[in-house]
Each structure stands twice: as C-alpha cells, then as structure tokens.
C-alpha cells in the first residue's frame, strides 16, 4: 500500500487549498478513506472520511462546511478541497485507509498571514 500527499504549502487566512492523495497497491474502489491532520503538540485529528463509493462523507467539527472531502476511482484519488482557512488549521495532514491501517507520509499546511 502507498499512500502519497501532495498539495500542501503556505497560505494566508481565508485562502483555500486542495490536497491530493494518490493511492495504490490496493484495491482503491474498495475502501474508505480518511483525511487526518496533527498539529504540533496536539493529538492526530480526524478531518474528513469518505465511503469506497463516494455517496457518504462525514467532517470533524472544527471543519464542517468548510472543507469538502471527494475521490476519484477510476483515478485512485482521493482529494480534499479546503476553504476559508484559519490559522488553526496549520498542520500536517494525512491520507489513510483505516481499514488497512496505512498512512502517507503527511503534507504541510501553513495558514499565516
């Protein structure tokens, strides 16, 4: 399994940002995907998810209504659209397959004016 995070970079407040995520060595149609962020000195947060189809989402808190999650089967992507940035959102942000416990390698996220 492997799990590559590209996107990421140095943005102000209220920017957006769309992170990638490119899977393979897997059946990628047949799997959830998650979204997970940490911060430093904070836990692993979970952002986003999304089912092996794509028709069910579900948003941490902290990012409902801002942050969209999506994928791409055909293409074996995973994406997540992030809007009206704050600088609480400044962190290392993770693709993962939960059931097969594996994770990328992160991709920074800087919101700073």
């Known amino acids: 399994v492997q799990l590559v995070e590209s996107g990421g970079g140095l943005v102000q407040p209220g920017g957006s940002l769309r992170l990638s995520c490119a899977a393979s060595?897997?059946?990628?149609?047949?799997?959830?995907m998650r979204w997970y962020r940490q911060a430093p000195g904070k836990e692993r947060e979970l952002v986003a998810a999304i089912a092996s189809a794509g028709g069910s989402t579900n948003y941490g808190d902290s990012v409902k209504g801002r942050f969209t999650i999506s994928r791409d089967n055909a293409k074996n992507m995973v994406y997540l659209q992030m809007n009206s940035l704050k600088p609480e959102d400044t962190a290392v942000y993770y693709c993962t397959v939960p059931t097969l416990n594996s994770w990328g390698q992160g991709t920074q996220v800087t919101v700073s004016s």
């Open positions: 060595g897997f059946t990628f149609s047949r799997y959830s």
